[in-house]
């Protein structure tokens, strides 16, 4: 049997009332969309994403794979999956590919890891979603990130089976975008619905003939794709209510949006469920799975549902803007931050992208980021490596910084004491001045500091725990 | 661990300090060579008649060279030093151990900073290739965590705190204003200091030290033969320096109400000086108040007020000019402003002035009897930084 072991979601904090766009440029919105901070991008939303589907799935061995679908990909020309890869800390044996840079990127990753035969395989897709202002990618898009753990059972327990599906492919022109455009650019919309709803038709006649199965045994339809009137006309022409609707919150996730659906499907799907994932871009691919006993004990980290209820929709319009680069606020009159040296990141990537520090074998003092002496005792190279990522801890004293440099200012930092020991000063995001105070727990979270000459610098920061 | 100190083994002999400004029209060269000038003067001494140079600056300039050109010295040794914000008197530090060493007769200790040529408001250190994790919080904000730290470990009311730290920044400015030196020479009342936006945690600008450039000099020989250059040398009682290990900002025993490196530097200092009462025993100190939070919790540090009482004798004036020990009689970094590496020695300058009975008569301490004189210079942040205590007496013994 081969199948999804486990699967996850990360929404960003941060939603954008589709009111507030309307209030501006004039017109209405309902709903709400989210909004990656501007700390984050497609890898760091794939990173949390992973985060929680390596921690759903257990003591699983670590994947022989790892993909990055995206379609908003912060490197050209270099791998993105070798930073989600050393954010999760997988091992040098387990390869990282980024599949890019198109909506359909994601779905094909999670075909190319279910028609594999390696035991396991991690499947991250994560996307920015966003467009000039007052486009309809910028109300109908969602940033966010899932995540995938595919294999056999010598990978781990299969919470939904791989029954097979379908893929046909054609080329025409829908939606397109230059690289480093801001702008998804489209071609008249009856076009494209004419061709998905042909494509889809097609594809679900041969998922159910190479499956076997009759359509009344498919006991749920997902479908994502990036053209809204062709995915409600496909559902319309199966006769199908679509399983999962995230419009009216989250948005449409680009190249995570497939699997985002299923990861949300299976939150709370029960045994012996029949579900085909269908996707609709630049052709159409359909996965049927059929979930297994092993879902009943399945407990997601965190569940996709919970983080929709625990969004924070007060985002001004003007940061939203500002966050995406479509608005350029004065930055504040100081230096901005020098490049990251890639000698001296390559000397730290445990640290740096893993957030693992050291803890004295003696003295049990941890040190962060690890050192050599110890600062209890003096200890000399008696370190053991200690992986904090999943620490978490509580705020020792804060601070709101309105000089230091920011992509948006204020900094708001903490002197943070872990659980279990370890302090850090550290830099606390997704909250606002008001909301933090001494006492605040929080958890650690991969992000984006800064970038410079084209070079973007990860690092971890404290979030509150929500 | 020994610290024997060279207790009245060294004298400063001459002193010179430029006003400290936005100095549009100076260069760094400039500056160095007017603070140059008054030393020599000050002393009664031409350039070719000392022996060896320390040269402080923190990122104005690197090597020895800039110095020896700027003084057109001939064949002499210069070090560049630099220590943070303790970059001065560091360099006085360098000075005096080489002379009580025997290997020179004279030397000077200048330090120099133009930092209004960066382009940019405050203090920026210039980078040096890293990972990208290091923390990039002003010093104002690192600084900023002392108060709510104090307030809650001493159980004062946060606002009537922030009313103790403005009074620090008004006692400086009051004695700022009586300096011909000073950056700074307008009197804040605490009200106004109080009203202003924050910037940093509770703190305003007007809790920030001022940005200014500027050199400041001494020189410096054996102490017996101080009396063949002034009738008042100052002596040299204790130079103490530590350069903390960073371990506060990872150790969650390190509370922010106290900088460890002060207080080790400045029982080091004590016991060079044989000081045992300083609150009663010195004329006056001269302390890094580069934050209004870090005068108060010096205050603690060096032992001029009891644990968790520092706030309460800054209110009841003990530190005032006219107090019982006055703290920064030429307005600290605040008023004076704060070109890093000419802070340390702009301190000691004011220790000259003070118990030569020189200052200007509006702010000449009534301590100054008393005959000794402390100078704290710190650089870096709480838990990671370094300090520098030094005593200077009137008198030997």
Redesign the interface.
């Given at each position: 049997m081969r199948g999804i072991i486990s699967a996850a979601g990360y929404l960003p904090y941060w939603r954008l009332e589709r009111s507030a766009i309307g209030a501006f440029h004039g017109g209405r919105g309902s709903g709400t969309r989210s909004v990656a901070s501007y700390d984050e991008d497609s890898t760091t939303l794939a990173v949390e994403a992973g985060r929680l589907a390596l921690r759903s799935a257990g003591g699983a061995t670590a994947p022989e794979t790892l993909w990055f679908a995206t379609s908003s990909p912060t490197y050209l020309e270099k791998t993105n999956a070798t930073i989600v890869h050393a954010a999760l800390r997988l091992p040098s044996s387990t390869a990282a590919f980024d599949s890019g840079a198109a909506v359909r990127s994601g779905v094909g990753a999670l075909r190319a890891a279910l028609r594999s035969g390696e035991s396991s395989v991690l499947v991250t897709s994560a996307d920015i979603r966003t467009g000039p202002a007052n486009s309809p990618d910028e109300s109908g898009g969602g940033d966010g990130g899932a995540a995938l753990l595919v294999g056999d059972e010598t990978g781990g327990g299969i919470i939904a089976e791989y029954l097979g599906g379908a893929s046909v492919t054609r080329e025409f022109l829908d939606r397109w975008r230059a690289p480093g455009d801001l702008r998804n650019k489209a071609w008249e919309e009856r076009f494209g619905e004419t061709q998905y709803l042909d494509l889809g038709l097609q594809a679900w006649n041969d998922a159910l003939e190479s499956t076997g199965l009759a359509a009344d045994a498919i006991d749920a339809v997902l479908i994502a794709g990036p053209h809204a009137r062709a995915n409600n006309g496909l559902a319309k022409k199966l006769g199908r209510p679509v399983a999962i609707e995230h419009a009216s919150t989250v948005g449409n996730a680009g190249a995570a949006e497939a699997a985002l659906q299923l990861a949300t499907y299976l939150e709370t799907a029960e045994a012996a469920k029949t579900v085909a994932l269908i996707s609709l871009a630049d052709g159409c691919d359909i996965i049927v799975l059929r979930t297994t006993d092993a879902i009943a004990d399945y407990q997601p980290a965190r569940t996709i549902a919970g983080q929709i209820e625990a969004g924070n929709s007060a985002l001004p319009y003007a940061k939203f803007l500002a966050w995406r680069g479509v608005l350029a606020p004065n930055p504040p009159n100081r230096p901005e931050p020098a490049r990251a040296s890639a000698s001296a990141a390559g000397r730290s990537i445990d640290w740096k992208f893993g957030f693992v520090g050291s803890r004295d074998r003696e003295t049990a003092a941890v040190h962060l980021p690890p050192a050599r002496v110890s600062f209890q005792g003096g200890n000399v190279d008696d370190m053991e490596p200690l992986p904090m990522a999943d620490a978490t801890g509580t705020v020792a004293t804060f601070t709101i910084d309105r000089l230091a440099y920011s992509p948006s200012p204020p900094v708001i930092f903490a002197v943070v004491d872990f659980d279990g020991g370890g302090r850090l000063p550290v830099e606390v995001c997704d909250t606002t001045p008001d909301q933090i105070n001494v006492g605040d727990r929080v958890e650690m979270t991969f992000r984006r500091l800064n970038a410079s000459d084209g070079i973007s610098n990860y690092f971890w920061k404290a979030r509150p725990i929500r | 661990m020994s610290s024997h100190g060279i207790k009245d083994r060294v004298a400063i002999i001459g002193m010179g300090c430029t006003p400290f400004r936005e100095h549009w029209d100076k260069g760094t060269d400039d500056l160095m060579i007017d603070a140059a000038n008054e030393t020599f003067a000050s002393a009664g001494i031409a350039k070719d008649d000392i022996d060896a140079f320390w040269f402080g600056t923190a990122q104005s300039a690197m090597s020895g060279v800039p110095m020896a050109a700027a003084l057109k010295l001939n064949n002499k040794p210069v070090s560049r030093v630099e220590n943070f914000c303790a970059t001065g008197s560091e360099a006085l530090r360098q000075a005096c151990y080489a002379v009580a060493s025997g290997a020179y007769d004279t030397a000077m200790a200048l330090g120099v900073e133009k930092v209004k040529d960066?382009g940019?408001?405050?203090l920026?250190a210039f980078?040096i290739?890293?990972?990208?994790?290091n923390?990039?919080?002003?010093a104002?904000?690192?600084f900023?965590?002392v108060l709510?730290?104090y307030a809650?470990k001493y159980g004062v009311d946060k606002d009537e705190l922030r009313r103790t730290v403005a009074r620090i920044a008004s006692k400086n400015h009051h004695n700022g204003a009586r300096n011909p030196r000073a950056m700074y020479r307008r009197e804040m009342d605490v009200d106004a200091i109080c009203k202003m936006a924050?910037?940093?945690?509770q703190l305003s600008v007007m809790d920030c030290a001022g940005v200014a450039d500027g050199s400041a000099a001494a020189i410096v020989c054996r102490a017996e033969d101080a009396h063949k250059y002034t009738d008042k040398p100052l002596y040299v009682k204790a130079l103490s320096f530590v350069a903390g290990?960073?371990?506060g900002?990872?150790?969650?025993s390190?509370d922010?109400t106290t900088f460890r490196e002060c207080e080790a530097a400045g029982i080091d200092a004590y016991a060079q000086a044989g000081i045992t009462d300083p609150l009663n025993q010195l004329a006056m100190a001269e302390v890094h108040d580069c934050f209004t939070p870090t005068e108060l919790v010096l205050m603690e540090d060096l032992g001029f007020s009891e644990r968790g009482q520092g706030w309460k004798d800054v209110n009841a004036g003990v530190f005032d000019l006219g107090g019982q020990l006055p703290i920064n009689p030429d307005g600290g970094l605040k008023s004076f402003g704060h070109p890093v590496g000419a802070s340390g020695l702009r301190m000691i300058f004011e220790a000259w002035l003070q118990l030569r009975y020189e200052a200007p008569e509006e702010r000449q301490i009534r301590t100054a009897d008393r005959g000794l004189a402390l100078t704290h210079n710190l650089g870096g942040y709480p838990?990671e930084m370094v300090s520098f205590v030094g005593i200077y007496g009137s008198e030997l013994g």
């Open positions: - | 960066a940019y408001q405050g920026n980078p290739p890293n990972d990208g994790t923390r990039t919080l002003t104002a904000a690192m900023s965590l709510p730290a809650e924050a910037v940093a945690g290990n960073g371990s900002l990872i150790d969650s390190y922010y838990g």
